[in-house]
């Protein structure tokens, strides 16, 4: 056997671990390496150095020295008496599943199967502790002997109907990132890459390691059963005991769900317990099951072996026909018949009553009896055995990844960027050439000076806090669902989106201001310059916090459009190029101290005009008396030269007051739920209806 040694960034060299990822075989010694930032370490392997970390040969060596299999904690499932209720817009309860039981034990496949509407998908994120937060559940669900908690998530995997990606990233990027928020904060980087390797070498993903997992035009991309594929190694990263399946096999075609649910046969043999709802398996399939779950309007119409199944629905008098899929044929019998409801309801009810006194039920029953029963009698400390000690990954970890997660999609698309940054200076040239040789220190040059300054305020202004206001609406399903996993919290995704956003924020109107300020022939010295640039990106900052507020404040883009606004024109109007804010009404004038064009327009006004002397005058005597000073211009505007520190001040206060009430926002958001960001959506979707309805009328008016 070769060793397999590894070197730090400091050149240190250590032997690697030959565990699994699970904590028990953790190594310690690279524990969250903070030098295993994005962007990988250098590997030894006997004087040969590979770089970064997806190297085939590498891996090659790795595994066939490690071995690939792992064996997940057993975990048993019992729930007893389960009722779902969901809380109604009119404050009713609906009641979605009725009385349900159950047991799952570790090494069974347990296929979850009634037509669309039984409660299947309710009653699994009930199990999983995954329900939406205007679900209430009564009844008791244990998870080795422990009434489930937060603990599920990290001690169950949950693989959903319709799997969610940041589309841009590769399939390495996605599993490197995720094991990164997901793994156990001690296994050491060597054990990470080999659980990536193992997993996509597992799931036959190895060969599209670097393929898109969806997005951009014309690049190739994962197919529907990779995609599946990948979402399963997603939930394997951290080889949980207990694996819920909504659906994996949905769109797939016959050979590649043949594929997947062989993949979850397999786990199962490994030792994993695994739920699994389904649609429509061939016999094949239903063959790769150990049990069968049947629920018709939210109750068991049937739960034991598949082969019971069968005997159990002619006893009651349904002969399945020999051409008939049986479990297509137990659907059918369970399914609401169009136009017969009432009867189709009254037949159900009678296969779920006699399940209910049926003998495969009393064992069940007992089963479960029993498992509530052990759980009762061990002591804490025994159930706690059963359970993985795991770390969650530090907080600054989380933030670090996420970031880079972020930064992937922003420099993604090379195109975007260098059409934004080539749009950015085009705007700059036009604006810069407007004012070409006109700031200069006479009656007209004030006017031009104070426009110059005006074009880029507004420039960091309005395009960038519009731009931002999709950004929230369009993470929502993402970010709720990793809420949900527990993979970390709406705090950490803020601060990593924004902080994903700094670079370009520094860029853009650094570069904005450099161009306009020399064209136009600004103020020449470093310290006006320096400062109007450290504005400009001030400018820009508090506009991103003030879209982002906006954003989460009304979850959807049309929504803060047409609250945002009215609200910028204020902002507009009280900036002091417009109106005198002096000789505003005292109702309207409170306005301008939320400007930040305002305070922007007069710290940079200040930049210009203090200390200014002998502005000349070519108007004749009899027209308007000349402003001859930088003080005189500064009264003009109502602004004070004192007020430069006030006004940068009032900018940070306004950035972290929005940015703050935004998390705010967001974080009430998320705890209404994806309910509220459904009917928002469909609020939104007839705004966008009105205002189409509106342009056609004036539209059809203007033709007349
Ligand atoms: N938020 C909700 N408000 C009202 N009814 C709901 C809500 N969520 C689910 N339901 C209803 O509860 C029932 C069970 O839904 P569930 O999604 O669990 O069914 P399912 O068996 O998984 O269906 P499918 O196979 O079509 O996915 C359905 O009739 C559904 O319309």
Redesign the pocket.
């Known amino acids: 056997m070769r060793s397999v040694t590894k070197t730090d960034t400091d050149g240190s060299p250590s032997t690697g671990s030959s565990g699994n990822s699970s904590p028990n075989s953790l190594n310690d010694e690279h524990a969250d390496d903070p030098n295993e930032l994005p962007g990988g370490i250098l590997y030894v392997d006997s004087g040969i150095t590979y770089p970064k970390y997806y190297d085939e040969p590498y891996f090659d060596e790795v595994e066939e020295l490690l071995g690939s299999s792992s064996s997940p904690a057993p975990c048993t499932l019992v729930w007893r008496d389960v009722t779902v209720h ?1 809380k ?1 817009k009119n404050g009713k309860l ?1 009641r ?1 599943v009725n009385n349900v039981s159950g047991i799952a034990k570790p090494g069974t496949l347990v296929a979850l199967m ?10 699994m994120t009930a199990l999983a502790q995954r329900s ?1 937060d ?1 679900t209430i559940v009564d009844g008791a669900i244990a998870m080795n002997g422990m009434p489930i908690g937060d603990f599920m998530h990290r001690e169950s995997g949950y693989m959903h ?1 319709d799997e969610l990606f940041v589309e841009n990233l590769t399939v390495m990027e996605h599993l490197t990132i995720m094991s990164r928020l997901k793994m156990d904060r001690r296994t050491s980087p060597l054990a990470r890459r080999r659980k990536v390797n193992q997993l996509l070498r597992q799931l036959s993903l190895y060969g599209a390691r670097h393929t898109r997992i969806g997005g951009l035009d014309g690049l190739k991309t994962l197919s529907g059963g990779e995609r599946k594929r990948l979402a399963f190694a997603t939930e394997l990263l951290t080889d949980p005991g207990l694996l819920f399946c909504d ?1 994996p096999t949905t769109g797939l075609d016959s050979s590649s769900a043949q594929k997947l649910i062989t993949l979850l046969r397999a786990s199962a043999v490994q030792g994993k317990t695994i739920i699994c ?1 389904i ?1 429509q398996p061939s016999s094949e399939l239903m063959a790769l099951f150990d049990k069968l779950v049947l ?1 018709a309007e ?1 109750r068991v119409a049937f739960a034991g072996n598949a082969s019971g199944a069968l005997s159990f629905f002619e006893s009651l008098g349904y002969q399945c026909p020999i051409t008939y899929n049986p479990t297509d044929y137990f659907i059918k019998v369970l399914a609401l018949t169009p136009g017969s409801e009432g009867a189709s309801r009254q037949a159900i009810k009678s296969v779920c009553d006699r399940f209910a006194v049926s003998d495969a039920a009393k064992e069940l029953d007992m089963e479960i009896h029993l498992e509530f029963h052990i759980m009762e009698n061990e002591d804490e400390e025994s159930k706690k055995l059963k359970f993985t000690h795991y770390k969650s990954p530090f907080i600054h970890t989380k933030i670090a990844w996420l970031v880079y997660r972020y930064l992937l999609i922003i420099v993604r698309d090379p195109r975007v960027q260098l059409v934004r940054i080539i749009q950015k200076l085009a705007i700059a040239i036009t604006a810069g050439l407007c004012f070409l040789g006109t700031a200069r220190l006479t009656q007209a040059g004030i006017q031009d000076v104070q426009g110059a300054l005006f074009i880029i305020i507004a420039e960091n202004t309005f395009i960038p806090m519009y731009s931002v206001l999709n950004m929230f609406p369009e993470e929502f399903p993402l970010l709720q669902r990793e809420l949900k996993a527990g993979l970390h919290s709406t705090t950490i995704y803020y601060v990593s989106r924004m902080l994903a956003l700094l670079p370009g924020l520094v860029i853009e109107p650094t570069l904005f201001t450099l161009v306009v300020y020399w064209v136009a022939g600004l103020r020449a010295t470093l310290y006006a310059f320096g400062f109007t640039v450290l504005l400009a990106i001030l400018v820009l900052n508090v506009a991103i916090a003030c879209g982002s507020f906006f954003s989460c404040a009304f979850g959807s883009m049309p929504l803060a459009i047409a609250y945002l606004v009215p609200f910028d024109y204020s902002l507009m109007m009280t900036s002091g190029l417009f109106i005198k804010l002096s000789s505003m009404p005292k109702y309207v004038s409170w306005i301008r101290y939320m400007s930040w064009l305002m305070y922007s327009n007069e710290a940079m006004s200040i930049l210009q005009w203090d200390g200014v002397q002998n502005i000349t005058c070519t108007l004749p005597e009899n027209e308007a008396p000349c402003v001859s000073s930088g003080q005189e211009v500064l009264q003009v505007y109502d602004f004070e030269k004192t007020k430069f520190w006030i006004d940068i001040m009032a900018l940070v206060i306004m950035y972290l007051t929005f940015h703050l009430l935004a998390l705010l926002a967001l974080r009430s958001f998320v705890s209404r739920g994806i ?1 509220q960001f459904i009917s928002l959506l469909a609020l939104s979707d007839a705004i966008a209806g009105y205002r189409a309805a509106g342009m056609q009328a004036s539209l059809s008016l203007g033709g007349k």
């Open positions: 969901i109604l609906k979605l009634g037509p669309s509407g039984a409660g299947k998908t309710t009653l939406p205007d109907q659906e709802t649609h629920l939210g309910q």
